[in-house]
């Protein structure tokens, strides 16, 4: 669309006076107040004395009358953007209205939203001319009574001059209309005809490009500059957005403001339509980088007042002359542009209340400065500023302030977006639990504002905000984003634009002296209808600025202490090897203590604890062969998996029961001789109805398919994997969701919603759709014993509500309250767990002879009698729960292995446990260490390399599939044997060798 105007329209009274009244009575619509004013500006209803219908009836004073259309350029509709249809209705909002004076010509601003999205801005100059005798004389046949009052005197009715054009160009339509309205009002003859004016305007002005170009237009006798911001820039506001902040006030902007970014339904009331479209524009500025997406009329026509019962999001405007509060409209937000004031959700917190009052107090700053310094002893005097700030725009001074509201709130957005697709297209989704849980303190605006439309196409939208993403980089810098924006020149040309012409007219003079516009001439224009075009777009090498994608940052925020990091990792390591030594007993059919289940219960409170449990399990389900378990260990694994996953849904984690889910179809035992699963017996639980965790698991898993896949394919290639992908995670997905109880429609439902947002291919869906009706009589066919009791008595199926914000807002309340609560006691806890227990077997350390120990380590009291008669002392250390299977000595430190998997690290002189080493699955046969490092290698078939320090693993070689029986570490180089005939031999530094 290269056109800098779309359409000239005139619209006034055609040959018969249509009254408005009768089309609103069919309507069945009696709730619009109209009234008369000898004040109208615009040719409509303006007063604030309300006319029942009744009483208008007739009086060509009082009745509002319908206008049509009189001339248009170009007589036909471009095929990118017709003219609407209802446009008189815009021209014209609260009716026709006839009068018997003159008054000034007056103008207005407008916007037309299409049922497509697509915006039209109208710029309305309406003046009045008298009514002809014609129409008059039609009027008194249908209404006799008024043929006096209508001949004794001229009657004027408006006509208005309307541009309309796809983009705001408000301050050049003015000009251009006033131009028109000079020239055939004017007693000067003119040498430029109206039709070649209007020509030029509509067929010869180009659309300047985003930024690079400037066009210099004559207009009149002045000339004027017309061009558009680069990518990176603010679009231009033709109005100032003082506005409504001197309308409303600055806590009832801000208030609306909210309501608006929420989706709420605000509706402007004024007796100023253009005061109407600026307040609507004005918050749609503002929104930046967001935009609005639902319905938007900022002047409301009175007959379509039924529109403020719409049932979805709107901002829209209306005419005090015409609105009355209705019952349908409760829950509406009022904003009342005359008085000032707000009716409706105003007292409510919709932004997060820190950054409300920065925005608050920024405001007043820059709107109010005066009043801001009357406590401070030294004002600062006008004059003596900063230049750089004397000079700044109030409005772009607003608009920055807004900006710095959305980077305080979304600087790091891009650290939450995963791709689930890139071909044929790039489809984004937004990790919002991570986000939430990275910004707990604005849970309750985040989780209603993620949810909506403006929010979804920002991220659907999200590589083309340029400014936006230049601003969080500047804003990291510590740069004034005032002159980041302001600074910036784009314009590298500027191309004259020649004006209306009177080529071919051979020095005519056109002296219209008229009232009436005058109808438009075909030959007086020099493109006929066969021959319009619109106008050749401007070229130029544009250097359009690329969006940088922000680098994924650690999970750790960057104003995080390194001490705390390491304590949150100590506590970590220390959930980790008891939830590790709870498993191992529970595998190994050992019960634990009731004190044991309760501190792994309460460990299950925390995201951390909740992780460590369902990563560890599925270790032990990749080195265990027996999926089927006994009744005590399948009971236990129940127990422990639902106390985990009831915490996972009130904290709003849903990694975990995505591990889970998985598990709980690997773990069985055998009930009267048929397999029960544990998804058998976690079925009722609340995660598997919370639509949110379902939709997670499937994003999550997309996303680490497509890990796995070569991005250097090509296209074809790429698109054809990723389908495939899609595909075998979705179907995996249902899976999982009937094993799990929720009901074959959800599921359905489920996989047309995934697919339509994934774009997989209808007859992929279809064989998804065919699966799950094949699943599902597997699963009715393979119900348990007790199930199918359970079933054949009554199967109700609960009924699925879609979780709203507020579960976000208090599930993540409560999740953080424990994380800081529990967190310090569960760790002394745990590390009182994992002291030594003194009634499993020992490691017996003696003092070799001819060697001299202090007496105070070992005393007399523990020794051994040799054969020769020597008394030789010894000391016996406690701590593992197998047998001792090997260990080594060097300086002052003993390690040993044990059978139950887990290895020791004391101090010989002392005899204290300094470390415990748990990860391997089966019994320690051999180990080696020195000061740094420590490996061990166990019947699991797995090498592990340990550091000495802190006990932490470092490397785990996997690649023998026999028992590792020996091994030597010399420096950074580990070489390990195996039962099954190899050799391993790893380097440090990541190299790795395997002989046979």
């Known amino acids: 669309m290269s056109r800098f105007c779309d359409y000239f329209v005139v619209c006034g009274v055609g040959k018969q006076l249509k009254s408005l009244l009768k089309n609103k009575n069919q309507n069945n619509s009696n709730n619009i107040n109209l009234s008369s004013s000898s004040n109208n500006n615009h040719g409509n209803n303006h007063g604030n004395q309300s006319i029942e219908s009744s009483s208008l009836e007739g009086n060509p004073f009082s009745t509002p009358f319908q206008s049509e259309i009189l001339e248009r350029f170009p007589p036909t509709n471009w095929n990118d953007g017709p003219l609407p249809n209802h446009i008189w209705m815009f021209c014209f909002p609260g009716g026709l209205q006839l009068k018997s004076e003159a008054t000034k010509a007056s103008f207005f601003i407008f916007v037309l939203t299409e049922v497509d999205g697509t915006r039209y801005y109208g710029a309305s100059l309406t003046y009045y001319e008298p009514l002809s005798s014609e129409v008059i004389s039609n009027y008194a046949l249908q209404y006799p009574q008024f043929a006096h009052s209508l001949k004794k005197s001229i009657v004027y009715t408006p006509t208005c001059l309307c541009l309309i054009s796809h983009f705001p160009f408000f301050s050049l339509f003015r000009h251009y209309l006033r131009d028109i309205y000079r020239i055939f009002r004017s007693e000067t003859p003119s040498s430029i005809p109206l039709e070649r004016v209007i020509e030029n305007i509509i067929l010869d002005i180009p659309l300047p490009p985003k930024g690079g170009i400037k066009i210099r237009l004559a207009i009149g006798d002045q000339h004027h500059n017309c061009s558009r911001p680069a990518h990176n820039q603010f679009e231009v506001a033709e109005f100032s957005l003082r506005y409504l902040f001197d309308s409303l006030g600055i806590t009832n902007v801000v208030k609306l403001f909210g309501n608006i970014l929420l989706e709420n339904k605000v509706v402007f009331v004024s007796s100023q339509y253009t005061l109407l479209t600026i307040a609507c524009e004005t918050l749609c500025t503002l929104m930046f980088p967001f935009k609005w997406h639902h ?101 772009l001074e607003i608009r920055v302030l807004f900006l710095q509201l959305f980077l305080s709130l979304f600087e790091n957005y891009k650290k939450y977006i995963n791709y689930i697709r890139l071909s044929p297209k790039k489809v984004a989704i937004f990790k919002r639990e991570n986000f939430m849980k990275e910004n707990p303190g604005a849970v309750s605006f985040f989780s209603r504002f993620v949810e909506t439309q403006a929010f979804a196409v920002f991220l659907d939208k999200h590589e083309e905000h340029y400014l936006f993403d230049d601003a969080i980089r500047a804003k990291a810098k510590g740069e004034d984003l005032y002159y980041l924006e302001n600074n910036r020149s784009t314009i590298v040309e500027v191309k004259e634009i020649s004006p209306a012409n009177c080529d071919g007219l051979d020095g005519q003079l056109f002296d219209y002296q008229t009232f009436r516009f005058p109808s438009l001439r075909p030959e007086y224009f020099t493109r006929q209808n066969s021959e319009i075009s619109a106008p050749k777009p401007l070229s130029l090498p544009l250097r359009t600025p690329r969006g940088s994608v922000s680098q994924p940052t650690s999970n750790i925020k960057e104003d995080t202490p390194m001490e705390e990091v390491n304590v949150v990792k100590e506590k970590d390591s220390v959930a980790k090897e008891f939830i590790r030594h709870c498993l191992v007993k529970v595998f190994q059919d050992i019960k634990l203590s009731s004190d044991e289940m309760n501190l792994i219960r309460e460990l299950f409170k925390l995201e951390s604890g909740r992780s460590i449990f369902a990563n560890l399990l599925v270790e032990f389900k990749e080195k265990t062969a027996k999926p089927c378990v006994s009744d005590h260990t399948f009971n236990v694994l129940v127990d422990l998996m639902t106390k985990s996953l009831e915490e996972s849904h009130i904290k709003v984690d849903f990694i975990t029961p995505k591990i889970l889910m998985n598990l709980a179809s690997s773990f069985y035992h055998l009930l009267n001789g048929i397999p029960e699963f544990v998804h058998h017996k976690v079925q009722d639980l609340a995660i598997w109805k919370n639509d949110h965790f379902w939709e997670a698991a499937f994003f999550d898993s997309i996303v680490e398919g497509r890990l796995k896949m070569n991005n250097d394919e090509i296209e074809g290639e790429r698109e054809e994997k990723e389908e495939g992908v899609v595909f075998s995670v979705l179907g995996a997905i249902c899976y999982n969701m009937l094993n799990l109880g929720v009901p074959s429609n959800d599921a359905r439902h489920f996989i047309a919603r995934m697919s339509a947002l994934t774009m997989l291919k209808e007859d992929h869906t279809q064989t998804l759709l065919a699966l799950l009706k094949n699943m599902e009589r597997v699963n009715n066919m393979s119900e348990t014993p007790a199930e199918s009791l359970k079933s054949s008595k009554h199967k109700v199926v609960e009924k699925r509500t879609h979780l709203g914000s507020d579960y976000y807002s208090s599930s993540l309340g409560k999740a953080r309250e424990d994380e800081k609560g529990e967190a310090k006691d569960l760790y002394a806890r745990l590390v009182e767990a994992t002291q030594i227990d003194t009634k499993h077997p020992a490691l017996i350390v003696s003092s070799p002879r001819g060697t001299q120990r202090s007496t105070s380590i070992f005393s007399a009291e523990d020794s051994i009698v040799t054969e020769d008669g020597e008394k030789v002392p010894f000391r016996t250390l406690n701590g593992h729960k197998g047998g001792i299977e090997c260990v080594g000595v060097c300086g002052e430190t003993i390690v040993s292995g044990s059978s139950d998997g887990g290895i020791c690290v004391w101090n010989i002189n002392n005899g204290q446990l300094v470390r415990k080493l748990l990860g391997h699955l089966e019994r320690i046969s051999c180990l080696d260490f020195d000061e740094t490092n420590i490996i061990s290698g166990s019947y699991d078939s797995t090498v592990r390399v340990w550091d000495a320090s802190e006990g932490s693993c470092i490397y785990k070689m996997t690649g023998h599939s026999g028992n590792v029986t020996c091994l030597r570490l010399q420096g950074t180089s580990v070489v390990s044997g195996s039962a099954d005939q190899s050799l391993q031999s790893l380097y440090f530094c990541g190299c790795f060798f395997v002989f046979s």
């Open 295 to 395: 319905i938007y009329v900022p002047i409301l026509g009175c007959t379509l007042s039924d529109f403020l019962q719409a049932p979805t999001p709107f901002i829209m405007g209306i005419h005090k002359s015409y609105f009355k509060w209705r019952s349908e409209m409760e829950g509406v937000v009022i904003a009342d542009l005359d008085e000032g004031t707000l009716k409706g959700n105003q007292n409510i917190d919709f932004l997060p209340i820190e950054e409300e009052e920065k925005l608050i107090n920024g405001l007043k700053r820059i709107l109010t400065p005066q009043l801001q310094q009357l406590d401070v002893a030294f004002p600062e005097v006008t004059g003596k500023k900063d230049e750089k700030k004397k000079e700044r725009n109030t409005d």
